[in-house]
């Protein structure tokens, strides 16, 4: 791609038969994903995303869905302690990471930093 920024990218279809991007593969990403944490031997990130109140953390939710929605890339979701909200990214179809997980990401960080 020749645009690496994320934020300027939307996540495309991914069908079952892709491999899943190995670390090397997705280390140009890592700069723009902060604070993310790897699960599952890089299969999986992850990130807790703390609010001051369970109304704020919902419209955090509702924010992010309306972005997965419209990518057609679905994080899991959840909320705990009333307060905090932590988003794990993985794309189903592949069993590990794709482009799509990182372009979500950043769109994540992104709703949290103008609505905290």
């Known amino acids: ?17 892709t ?18 944490e790897f699960l599952e031997s890089d299969k999986k990130i992850s990130k807790e995303f703390l609010f001051k109140d369970f ?3 919902i419209d955090f939710i509702n924010n992010v869905a309306k972005i997965a929605q419209s990518e ?3 994080p899991d979701i959840n909320l705990h302690d009333f307060k905090k909200v932590t988003i794990t ?10 482009i799509n997980d990182f372009v979500l990401a ?9 609505h905290h």
């Open 89 to 98: 990214l993985w794309t189903h179809a592949i069993g590990g990471l794709s």
């Open 72 to 74: 057609g890339h679905h």
């Open 55 to 57: 109304m704020q953390a």
């Open 106 to 114: 950043v769109k994540t960080d992104e709703v949290y930093a103008t």
């Open 19 to 36: 491999k899943p991007l190995t670390r090397s593969e997705f280390s140009v990403y890592l700069p723009q994903v902060t604070n993310w």
């Open 1 to 17: 791609m020749s645009d690496m920024k994320l934020t300027n990218q939307h996540c495309v279809p991914c069908e079952g038969g």
